[in-house]
């Protein structure tokens, strides 16, 4: 009864559904840059094809990215962890970065956004990602009106009907209530992002600050958003949660007994936040359509029932669901739980030699979600390290194991698998060239049950 009645007397959350230009024209370049989550091979489609990509654009977008590199390189380095956290605040250079792209999606025009930004980069920062913003949203504009902003005020209604639906603000404080969070804002606007190609099956969500950003295509149903939405809105309702409960659940998730407990953490994040899109969800859909990736939907079935409890009456996600959470992972994924693929959903990758198809293979074929720098690994001593090496670039890592050489000798290629202090491991992905290493990360993907240090494969 307490909770039902702090629920009333909490201010509602409340959602804005927006079609506008200028949010668009931030969302592409986030996406082009790949500093958003999106769709980037269609975007890139549509503004090389469509929109005949021109230099003038690339070297505004280059622009663009060097304004941010340099903002989130002076960042300071993110406190030490054993595992890569699962959420985008705890990275100083991501959280500087995401408030820019969130003063973007606030703004109007771009001297909107130098007010909004005003405090939160350099006068050189905020002149520069101001030009390439008014820049590419005057290249925008022609489509934006003849085509982008018809199609999406078409679906403007359908969304909104879905968001202001009973009960939707209730259970979004519900979610917040099982996350711990500190929320200042419960205002949330949704950007409906139209694409090019509206018959396309693949489409996505993110969030950024107070904005959830869907693109619309034919196939994703705006009467149907609301799951979608709430996925988006669980992530951050996640990152709100104080830095000591995410530290603690670490921790928790370190000193487990399970020895894959780091892929479990990884995909934390994303397993809840399915397990709250299934379970408003009018009707089941295929694990592919719900998530593409091999087990991110797999797990939130799986804690789905147990997640609507806890919902409803508790616990909460730092406060008593770990136990809840970890096993019914740990059964439904079985021996895939130490499969590489499923440990390599958190790495830090390094590539040494010429290796660009090979790291286009990673992408595609590993289930990778959080990634950092190779150079910060002693700041995560029990992350999973991933190389990829060529035969010629041996000796920069054959005095760490014996076996290097010699599989070099009788091989095109093979993965060697090693320790790394408790949790962690060492994955070498190795090949007499680039092609041969393709072959050994298809090999290693395919691989779906527990492997045993040393060497996982060899190819001929």
Not at 120 to 141: D, G, K, P, T, V
Not at 196 to 213: E, I, R
Request: glycine share 6%; aromatic share 10%; hydrophobic share 45%.
């Amino acid at each position: 009864m307490l909770f039902l009645a702090l629920l009333v007397a909490a201010a509602p959350f409340q959602f804005h559904i927006d079609v506008a230009e200028f949010p668009n024209a931030v969302y592409h370049l986030g996406c082009l840059s790949g500093r958003s989550p999106c769709t980037k091979r269609e975007i890139e489609k549509f503004w090389h094809g469509d929109l005949h990509w021109k230099n003038a654009d690339q070297r505004q977008l280059d622009a663009w990215t060097a304004a941010l590199d340099s903002l989130a390189g002076r960042q300071p380095k993110p406190p030490e962890s054993p595992f890569l956290p699962n959420y985008a605040n705890f990275y100083p250079g991501l959280r500087a970065v995401n408030r820019i792209i969130a003063a973007g999606l606030d703004s109007r025009s771009p001297a909107e956004f130098r007010k909004h930004a005003a405090t939160l980069a350099s006068a050189n920062e905020i002149a520069q990602i101001s030009a390439a913003l008014a820049y590419f949203q005057q290249r925008l504009r022609p489509w934006w009106r003849s085509k982008g902003q018809p199609y999406a005020a078409a679906h403007q209604r359908s969304v909104q009907t879905a968001m202001d639906a009973p009960g939707v603000s209730v259970t979004a404080d519900r979610i917040a209530r099982f996350m711990e969070s500190e929320i200042t804002n419960r205002e949330y606007r949704i950007d409906l992002i139209p694409r090019s190609d509206p018959k396309s099956d693949g489409a996505t969500a993110t969030v950024v600050g107070n904005h959830l950003l869907i693109e619309v295509t034919d196939a994703g149903e705006t009467a149907d958003a609301l799951p979608f939405m709430m996925h988006e809105l669980t992530h951050a309702l996640y990152d709100l949660a104080p830095l000591r409960l995410h530290q603690q659940l670490i921790r928790d998730f370190g000193s487990a007994s399970e020895p894959n407990s780091q892929p479990l953490y990884s995909i934390l994040n994303e397993g809840i936040a399915t397990a709250v899109q299934i379970n408003l969800m009018r009707q089941a859909m295929p694990d592919q359509d719900v998530y593409r990736d091999p087990f991110i939907p797999r797990i939130g079935r799986a804690v789905s029932g147990s997640l609507a409890r806890a919902l409803d009456n508790g616990p909460t996600l730092f406060h008593g669901f770990f136990d809840t959470y970890f096993r019914a992972s740990a059964a439904e994924l079985k021996e895939e739980l130490a499969s590489p693929l499923f440990n390599l959903s958190s790495a830090m990758p390094l590539s040494i030699g010429k290796l660009d198809e090979a790291e286009k293979a990673c992408h595609s074929y590993l289930a990778t979600h959080w990634t950092g720098d190779f150079a910060d690994r002693n700041r995560f001593p029990e992350v999973n390290l991933l190389v990829l090496i060529t035969y010629d670039m041996l000796d920069a890592i054959s005095d760490n194991w014996s076996e290097i050489i010699p599989l070099s000798q009788v091989h095109r290629g093979f993965a060697f698998v090693a320790p790394r202090n408790t949790k962690g491991r060492w994955y070498v992905l190795a090949g007499k060239d680039d092609g041969a290493v393709v072959d050994v990360v298809k090999r290693l993907a395919a691989i779906r049950t527990g492997a045993s240090d040393g060497v996982l494969l060899t190819i001929d």
